[in-house]
Every structure is written in structure tokens, then in C-alpha cells.
């Protein structure tokens, strides 16, 4: 899958599926900033979980990234800083089969989880 963005933010969320991210470009097209989560709670109360960031990544044009079925992340997305007119960035996405019954989106902020 082939994705472009305008600068935006994504929901924390894990994908339920392993996947590979290839950020394609040039020095004229966005990054994509990566904030890496981790779960505090045991998952024994359902609907509930604390999750807090433990690391940041940022791929930029030629930088690939691998994520587990359990990674839990949210993006930014960075424009291009010296274009007049910021692009977008372009990703190349592989995903493995998506297991429905464990693909979350995490509130932080109400310590909450739902199936998406
Ligand atoms: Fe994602």
C-alpha cells in the first residue's frame, strides 16, 4: 500500500498484524515522526489501559521501519521543512493479516482502549 500524508496526527494505536514502513522521497518531501508506547496496565480490565510514550523515531526519505502485531505507536507527520509549499510524505506500507480481535486505539488521556 502506497500512502501519502498531509501534516497530520494519528490515533495511538497498535495494528493487530506485522508491518514494514518504507518512507519514500526526496530532500523536498515530508518525514513521518513515530512515537513508540508502551502498555502499564495487565489487560485484565477490559476497555481500560495505561499506556505511556517511551521513544520517538523519525523516518525520513530512505529510512524503513519493521513493527510486531503489539507495537503501539501514533505519527506525525513532518513537512518538508524548506519547501515553499510542503509536500507530502510518501510511505510504502507492507502488512501482514490483521487480527481484528487485538487491533486497538488507545486513549492516553482516559486511560481507554477500543477494538477500530
Ligand atoms: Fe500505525
Not at 60 to 89: C, L, M, W, Y
Not at 99 to 114: A, G, I, S, V
Request: hydrophobic share 35%; with cysteine; net charge negative.
Amino acid at each position: 500500500m502506497l500512502t501519502s500524508w498531509l501534516p497530520q496526527c494519528s490515533p495511538v494505536h497498535n495494528h493487530g498484524n506485522w508491518s514494514i514502513v518504507a518512507c519514500l522521497g526526496d530532500e523536498t518531501t515530508g518525514w513521518e515522526e513515530n512515537y513508540f508506547w508502551t502498555r502499564l496496565d495487565d489487560g485484565s480490565q477490559p476497555g481500560h489501559a495505561q499506556v505511556k510514550i517511551v521513544s520517538k523515531e523519525i523516518l525520513k526519505p530512505g529510512d524503513v521501519i519493521g513493527f510486531t502485531p503489539d507495537a503501539i505507536h501514533n505519527i506525525r507527520s513532518i513537512p518538508a521543512q524548506e519547501v515553499p509549499s510542503p509536500k507530502p510524505t510518501y510511505l510504502f506500507n507492507i502488512f501482514g493479516e490483521t487480527d481484528l480481535n487485538n487491533r486497538y486505539q488507545f486513549n492516553p488521556f482516559n486511560k481507554t482502549l477500543e477494538n477500530f
